[in-house]
């Protein structure tokens, strides 16, 4: 089985990685590739900054992001792979998952609920309303 998981840092992509742990541990036709998206910049904000350091403001988000799941999964002896990559989160998660095809996304979710989501967006509701791969959400 191919898997995409989306990590973010926060605890719910923390327990996503928990749960991708205690569920394909011992599976050894596993692929799992962990992926961090950092949304961009606002433009005010990169014009004010050099391309150095936008650069080195998401190399450290993204370290910080996949810091958990690289962790856990090297404890467990499992092989992972990972991307860092910036752009909207929803569309570069959705995308991957076609373009790389995999079987199976997971991610965590804050569950917030419907009302919240109404009101603030959520990644997860994107991913799940555009994304041709079943999606694996953990709360």
């Not at 998206?37 to 391309?51: F, T």
């Not at 995999?102 to 109404?118: A, C, E, I, K, T």
């Not at 991913?127 to 959400?137: A, D, E, H, K, T």
Request: charged share 25%; glycine share 8%; aromatic share 6%.
């Amino acid at each position: 089985m191919k898997l995409l998981l989306a990590v973010d840092g926060s605890e719910h992509s923390k327990r996503a990685v928990k749960y991708v742990l205690s569920h394909w541990r011992d599976d050894p036709a596993a692929a799992i590739t962990v992926l961090n998206v950092d949304p961009p910049l606002m433009r005010r904000v990169a014009n004010a900054l050099g391309r150095e350091d936008i650069d080195r403001y998401h190399a450290d988000n993204a370290e910080a992001a996949l810091r958990y799941a690289r962790t856990s999964f090297k404890r467990a002896g499992i092989a992972i792979d990972h991307k860092a990559v910036v752009g909207d989160p929803a569309a570069v998660i959705t995308r991957t998952a076609t373009q790389g095809k995999y079987d199976l996304v997971v991610m965590g979710s804050h569950g917030r609920g419907v009302f919240g989501n109404l009101l603030l967006g959520s990644v997860v509701t994107k991913v799940l309303s555009g994304c041709q791969v079943p999606v694996l959400i953990v709360r």
